[in-house]
């Protein structure tokens, strides 16, 4: 058996608010940034106007690698709709090089190549025409 979990899962509308606008931003230009707080000087993860380790509002949005490495996953194989019509498809901790842990979806990969310390990068995918870019990782290949 060799499965292929490929794009287009259903994701709900993400909600786009003042403070993660810097996020969404770069998204749309199809880079992946990482909150940075400044006064701790730690990235964190997930997108908001403070720092969860110290409460800080000054927060810097650095353009990341997108490069990453997969910490765990579960392959998911029921679901409820809209899902249940794409199972399987994967659910995954990724670590990017930022130090920070990120879930997501790793698509456009087979079961044969998934496993812990899986490289990945970053890519956003879109739904439909005007929708925002979803995050999702994807296996980094070596090319030649
Ligand atoms: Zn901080």
Redesign the pocket.
């Given at each position: 058996m060799n499965e292929f979990y490929p794009a287009g899962l259903p994701t709900p509308r993400p909600l786009v608010d003042p403070a993660t606008r810097p996020y969404w931003d770069a998204a749309e230009r199809g880079e992946l940034v990482v909150p940075r707080?400044?006064?701790?000087?730690?990235h964190?993860w997930y997108p908001r106007g403070f720092?969860?380790?110290?409460?800080?509002t000054e927060i810097e949005w650095p353009v990341a690698s997108g490069r990453g490495t997969v910490y765990s996953f579960s392959v998911v194989r029921r679901a409820a709709e809209p899902w249940g019509s794409h199972t399987p498809f994967v659910l995954a901790h990724v670590m990017l090089e930022e130090g920070v842990t990120v879930q997501g979806n790793i698509i456009d990969c087979s079961a044969e190549d998934l496993a812990p310390d899986l490289q990945v990068h970053a890519v956003f995918e879109r739904q439909e025409t005007g929708d925002l870019p979803v995050l999702r990782f994807s296996p980094l290949r070596n090319e030649g």
């Open positions: 707080c400044l006064s701790c000087e730690r964190f720092c969860p380790r110290c409460g800080g």
